[in-house]
């Protein structure tokens, strides 16, 4: 089975951006892994396929690899969500830029609906000093971040992720609602018991509970048990990573669709989860 089971699905991981971003950044990741892509970045063609595929709304997430660049991006994502009957901007920043507080602030108050971090391809951790009036803006409004804080797919070099960097993090700001992306890989087991210890903190599933994980990105998406999922339903989201995956959209649920888990875990994962994650109740 490939379809989705409940309705109200929601992508918590898809990526919205100007077409010349993304495609410096499908030129990136073709460079760095030898992926190519297939589907379309724009996001007329991008719902068109996201609705095909079942999928109700997705959280749209941008991210700045400079510093300045940030205020423009959120603008961007903002407009470009502001007609879409799916789209949920999130805001970006820079640890580099002037002010960070303010481009933060500036997003969230013209409508953008938290702040997402691509950590190691931005060149900061979690826990950098500089992000501080970030968090703080968003904790005033009561909006989550979403974090590539894990290793995966090559960054377990970098100095800037990890289990250690995101409990940092984790222990400046405890009620923050943080999703660590990509289910925390290649720390699965370390980020699974901050979930379980922790109610404000979230994974979301994309890339590594595909069924073709193991090609992309070595890691086994069976290793995580059943029965974590069931117990972690509450705080573990699906998501894609759309429109940057070198594979089939099908590909990213159907690994979750073949466990056949309870019918309450599935609308947990695939539709309530996110919707918490989004707006804390």
Request: glycine share 6%.
């Amino acid at each position: 089975m490939t379809e989705f089971p409940v309705d109200g699905v929601v992508d918590a991981h898809v990526h919205l951006m100007p077409e010349r971003l993304m495609a410096a950044i499908r030129e990136a990741l073709g460079e760095a892994a030898g992926w190519t892509f297939d589907h379309p970045t724009d996001r007329d063609r991008m719902e068109t396929a996201l609705t095909a595929a079942g999928v109700e709304r997705y959280v749209a997430l941008p991210y700045a690899s400079r510093p300045g660049t940030a205020a423009d991006l959120n603008e961007w994502v903002i407009e470009a969500a502001a007609d879409s009957e799916m789209a949920v901007p999130f805001a970006t920043v820079h640890a580099g830029d002037d002010d960070p507080g303010t481009v933060v602030a500036d997003a969230l108050d013209a409508g953008a609906r938290g702040l997402k971090l691509q950590l190691p391809v931005q060149g900061f951790a979690a826990d950098d000093p500089r992000l501080d009036p970030a968090y703080e803006a968003v904790a005033a409004r009561d909006v989550p971040v979403l974090l590539h804080a894990g290793t995966a797919p090559m960054f377990e070099d970098s100095p800037h992720v990890g289990v250690e960097r995101f409990e940092s993090f984790l222990a400046s700001y405890p009620d923050v609602r943080v999703c660590a992306a990509h289910m925390g890989t290649y720390e699965v087991d370390a980020f699974v018991e901050l979930a379980r210890d922790n109610g404000n903190v979230f994974l979301d599933t994309t890339f590594a509970m595909s069924s073709v994980a193991e090609t992309y990105m070595e890691f086994d998406p069976a290793t995580v048990a059943d029965e974590t999922l069931i117990e972690l339903s509450e705080s573990v989201m699906y998501g894609s990573d759309y429109p940057n995956i070198p594979y089939p959209y099908a590909r990213e649920r159907e690994h979750l669709l073949a466990r056949d888990l309870p019918v309450e875990a599935q609308r947990n994962m695939f539709s309530r989860t996110a919707r918490r994650f989004l707006d804390g109740d």
